[in-house]
Antibody
């Protein structure tokens, strides 16, 4: 079955960097567009980044554009890894971050990882 | 594209029919999905393309609408439906509504 297992996250000071990872298995990873989505209880859900199946196309909302970078490793056969490099972190980036598969909707989600930006 | 849900929260009895609405700031055709999120859990896809039920989702959930006005209906509210529901447009990148919290009266 589809599995998305996340790692990374934690507490970081404003202005610092953090990298999230998501190990994918149980499906042909290189055939799917992938996303990162975050949830803050006060703000709800926010889409954070998209990467095409081949990794050539990425998109971001204005809130993270220029600070966050999504990437992927498709070289492990049917398995793969999704990454989110987060630079110049701000307190408003505090949230639970999810990696998500896109298959007629955001149909499979990782378990989520907490990122807290605080001095 | 801005997505506005109403109400922000609602309280209903078991067995009630519940409807949540979602309005887009511009025409998004049927490029709309609905998600359910329970506390401490990842969101779950319920409806895609405005009205198509995701595999495994109970048939008491249904979606309708096109253009700018959409709705999610639970035909008979069950205890396990207590959650926050979000709409999401994917006509121009992705935007979620602010969420509707459903509670039991």
């Amino acid at each position: 079955q589809v599995q998305l297992v996340q790692s990374g996250g934690g507490v970081v000071e404003p202005g610092r960097s953090l990298r999230l990872s998501c190990e994918a298995s149980g499906f042909s990873f290189s055939a799917f567009t992938m996303h990162w989505v975050r949830h803050n209880p006060a703000k709800g859900l926010e889409w954070v980044a998209l990467i095409s199946d081949d990794g050539r196309t990425t998109h971001y909302p204005d809130s993270v554009n220029g600070r966050f970078t999504i990437s992927r490793d498709n070289t492990k056969g049917t398995k793969g890894t999704l990454y989110l490099q987060m630079n110049s972190l701000r307190p408003e980036d505090t949230a639970v971050y999810y990696c998500v598969r896109d298959d007629e909707g955001f149909d499979s989600w990782g378990q989520g990882t907490q990122v807290t930006v605080s001095s | 594209i801005q997505m506005t849900q109403s109400p922000s929260s609602l309280s209903a009895s078991i067995g009630d029919r519940v409807t949540i609405t979602c309005r887009a700031s511009e025409d998004i055709s049927e490029y709309l999905n609905w998600y359910q999120q329970k506390p401490g859990k990842a969101p779950k896809l319920l409806i895609f393309d405005a009205s198509t039920l995701e595999r495994g989702v109970p048939s008491r959930f249904s979606g309708s609408g096109s253009g700018t006005d959409f709705s999610l209906t639970i035909s008979s509210l069950q205890p396990e439906d207590i959650a926050t529901y979000y709409c999401q447009q994917f006509d121009n990148l992705y935007t979620f509504g602010q969420g509707t919290k459903v509670e039991i009266k």
